[in-house]
T-cell receptor, first 114, second 118 residues
Framework: AQKVTQAQTEISVVEKEDVTLDCVYE???????LFWYKQPPSGELVFLIR??????QNEISGRYSWNFQKSTSSFNFTITASQVVDSAVYFC???????????FGKGTKLTVNP | GAVVSQHPSWVICKSGTSVKIECRSL??????MFWYRQFPKQSLMLMAT?????????EQGVEKDKFLINHASLTLSTLTVTSAHPEDSSFYIC??????????????FGSGTRLTVV
């Protein structure tokens, strides 16, 4: 069965520090998609990135970067020069069994202090 | 961009009453919508997949008669918590597929509904 593990429950950093959020996944599928979502205190989930299993290229978008490594079944997310507005819960997710369904990790609560 | 509107944002109801939560896709048609439940400091657990014009598909362990889902149009899905009890208190969040092509382009989520049953 698909599973997503986000071992870091809470992380607290000071503004401008870099921070990496870990995500390890388990799946028997050869084709799958991985996602990162941000959930600010307001509650809605904001889509950040999608990666398919055949594309191991790392991606950078502004201060955000993602490192996808199939060899270790990891899809880690790094925020460079963190800002207070980055404070949120971040979820890693995996498609389930080739279906439309998403399996979410338990999330990592990031607090960026001024 | 694709927007999903969810109402109400929060609701308090008495034990034994029913509560309806609406999920609307504002600028796209959604054949499929998903309903999740999130407990405090917990992950999102998929409750059911709502399909326009047909019966919803519930995940294992979710009571169909307690959580009634209706997806009568391409822009509206509703979740009704019937005979609510305090243990139903939770954060309910819906999502929809703007592209109609599954998760490839990412799903859009509503802002969630905080239900408190007293």
């Amino acid at each position: 069965a698909q599973k997503v593990t986000q071992a870091q429950t809470e992380i607290s950093v000071v503004e401008k520090e870099d921070v990496t959020l870990d995500c390890v996944y388990e799946t028997r599928d050869t084709t799958y998609y991985l996602f990162w979502y941000k959930q600010p205190p307001s509650g809605e989930l904001v889509f950040l990135i999608r990666r398919n299993s055949f594309d191991e290229q790392n991606e950078i978008s502004g201060r955000y970067s993602w490192n996808f490594q199939k060899s270790t079944s990891s899809f880690n997310f790094t925020i460079t020069a963190s800002q207070v507005v980055d404070s949120a819960v971040y979820f890693c997710a995996l498609t389930q069994g080739g279906s439309e369904k998403l399996v979410f990790g338990k999330g990592t609560k990031l607090t960026v202090n001024p | 961009g694709a927007v999903v509107s969810q109402h109400p944002s929060w609701v308090i109801c008495k034990s034994g009453t029913s509560v309806k939560i609406e999920c609307r896709s504002l600028d796209f048609q959604a054949t499929t919508m998903f309903w999740y439940r999130q407990f405090p400091k917990q992950s999102l657990m998929l409750m059911a997949t709502s399909n326009e014009g047909s019966k919803a598909t519930y995940e294992q362990g979710v009571e169909k008669d307690k959580f009634l889902i209706n997806h009568a149009s391409l822009t509206l899905s509703t979740l009704t918590v019937t005979s609510a009890h305090p243990e139903d208190s939770s954060f309910y969040i819906c999502s929809a597929d703007p592209s109609g092509q599954g998760p490839y382009y990412g799903y859009t989520f509503g802002s969630g509904t905080r239900l408190t049953v007293v």
